[in-house]
């Protein structure tokens, strides 16, 4: 009986079956992290068990959606669509107060140039050690780097492989993944206890998912501050990557 509920459930409705399993991720990662005394890493553990879950259907049915292949999960392809996450990123815009995004100014700006140039050069040139010599592929990588947004919309623009978008992928993730879980950990002695550092935090990382997570585990008030400035970060990203970007990468590599 509960058996064929909940099977009507995530084929009739499957967005709330998508959020149902969601939930359910996210009570195991807290109850993982509560139980290490690392309350603050239970958005990262949720990620990671989510990415295992992936890797799990993606083998199993061996398509490329993770768990939305699978026809009783199919909900979460709306879920993890880009219309929610778009709605998610530009809802938190709406807890910032203007007085305090003006204080950012001219170091808000600065961070953000910083912050894409210095974690495209840091990606290109891993992917220069590891044997990319195209300028696209070294490209995709480094734009990997800047978020897993900006990975993959370079490496379509460019014409990079399928393979060398889910590397830009991957790096983007990890980078997500690692931000999350040390921004908590490093706050209080970089001082990240205010809006106007929260901004350039965001500014300097860009990862909008790792920054919100990382944040929320801090404070959650300054969860709007950082969002915004890495949301401005991936647009910037996608902006100037597969141009200017590609343009330097080519000068060097060609």
Do not use: C, W
């Not at 149902?20 to 890493?41: F, P, S, T």
């Not at 699978?70 to 938190?92: C, H, K, V």
């Amino acid at each position: 009986m509960v058996v064929s509920i909940i099977k009507k459930l995530f084929t009739s409705y499957g967005l709330v079956g998508a959020f149902g399993i969601v939930a359910l991720i996210m009570h195991v990662a807290y109850y993982i992290a509560n139980a290490i005394g690392q309350k603050r890493m239970g958005s990262a553990f949720a990620i990671i068990i989510g990415l295992i879950l992936a890797y799990i259907a993606g083998k199993y049915t061996g398509g490329e959606k993770g768990l939305a292949d699978i026809e009783l999960f199919a909900g979460l392809s709306l879920l993890g669509g880009g219309m929610l996450r778009d709605y998610a990123i530009i809802s938190t815009a709406y807890g910032v107060k203007f007085e305090n995004l003006k204080k950012a100014g001219l170091v808000g700006v600065i961070s953000l140039i910083v912050g894409v140039f210095f974690s495209f050069i840091v990606g290109a040139i891993i992917a220069a050690i590891l044997g990319f010599q195209n300028p696209v592929d070294i490209t995709t990588i480094g734009a990997g780097a800047v978020t897993f947004i900006v990975g993959p919309v370079t490496g379509s623009a460019l014409g990079a492989s399928s393979e060398v978008i889910a590397l830009s992928i991957a790096a983007g993730v990890v980078k997500s993944v690692l931000t999350m879980i040390i921004t908590p950990l490093i706050a209080p002695i970089i001082g990240l206890n205010n809006p106007t550092a929260a901004m350039v935090y965001g500014g300097l990382l860009g990862t909008t998912s790792g920054v919100a997570g990382g944040l929320a585990a801090t404070d959650p008030k300054l969860v709007p501050y950082g969002a915004m400035t890495a949301t401005f970060y991936t647009g910037l990203g996608t902006l100037i990557i597969p141009s200017l970007g590609f343009l330097l990468v080519r000068a060097i590599f060609s």
